[in-house]
T-cell receptor, first 109, second 116 residues
Framework: GQNIDQPTEMTATEGAIVQINCTYQ??????LFWYQQHAAEAPTFLSY??LDGLEEKGRFSSFLSRSKGYSYLLLKELQMKDSASYLC??????????WGAGTKLIIKP | DAGVIQSPRHEVTEMGQEVTLRCKPI?????LFWYRQTMMRGLELLIY????????DSGMPEDRFSAKMPNASFSTLKIQPSEPRDSAVYFC??????????????FGPGTRLLVL
């Protein structure tokens, strides 16, 4: 079956660093997406990885290991506005996105 | 670009009534997706279209749900008759084809549906 696992909730402190992990098992693989979703808003695209390694975009970085079926999203210099849910999604062999349930990130001052 | 446009933004209706949700994708996008999101089940893909043709509707819960895309700039999701368990946020998203392996989906603001 197809499965995406990520923690339900995480808490971190403003100014700190947090890593949100995601493991995936999908029929085929054509890339891994991370989306951010603030409460009562739509998901917005953060990153896409298809090759192994780290992709950095400002305060946000995303890592992929295809052999391990593993990705993480790294958020640095946390700000209160980073409080949101972070959704991991894998693009399968049919180019369909398989979504995780999301990780709710709570930032404390 | 205005992004993906959905209407209405909020809908409150009574059980048994027909509900129609509307979506205008980003101009030039070939794919259109309808999702449903609830606390219990997260984000679920209901159906998606490629060049106005339904490709996969396996996520549509049952015959009460139907979706159409009469042209490249408009799609509807209809629920008839509606039930309280249909209460959720319904998102429409669109993406470009052609750049295989990087089908970033852009989401509309969603329609918050409450069926009483």
């Amino acid at each position: 079956g197809q499965n995406i696992d990520q923690p339900t909730e995480m808490t971190a402190t403003e100014g700190a660093i947090v890593q949100i992990n995601c493991t995936y098992q999908t029929s085929g693989f054509n890339g891994l997406f991370w989306y951010q979703q603030h409460a009562a808003e739509a998901p917005t695209f953060l990153s896409y990885n298809v090759l192994d390694g780290l992709e950095e975009k400002g305060r946000f970085s995303s890592f992929l290991s295809r052999s391990k079926g593993y990705s993480y999203l790294l958020l640095k210099e946390l700000q209160m506005k980073d409080s949101a849910s972070y959704l991991c999604a894998s693009l399968d062999s049919n180019y369909q996105l398989i979504w995780g349930a999301g990780t709710k990130l709570i930032i404390k001052p | 670009d205005a992004g993906v446009i959905q209407s209405p933004r909020h809908e409150v209706t009574e059980m048994g009534q027909e509900v129609t949700l509307r979506c205008k994708p980003i101009s030039g996008h070939d794919y259109l997706f309808w999702y449903r999101q609830t606390m219990m089940r997260g984000l679920e893909l209901l159906i998606y279209f490629n060049n106005n043709v339904p490709i996969d509707d396996s996520g549509m819960p049952e015959d009460r749900f139907s979706a159409k895309m009469p042209n490249a700039s408009f799609s509807t999701l209809k629920i008839q008759p509606s039930e309280p368990r249909d209460s959720a946020v319904y998102f429409c998203a669109s993406s470009l084809a052609g750049v295989r392996g990087e089908e970033t989906q852009y989401f509309g603001p969603g329609t918050r549906l409450l069926v009483l």
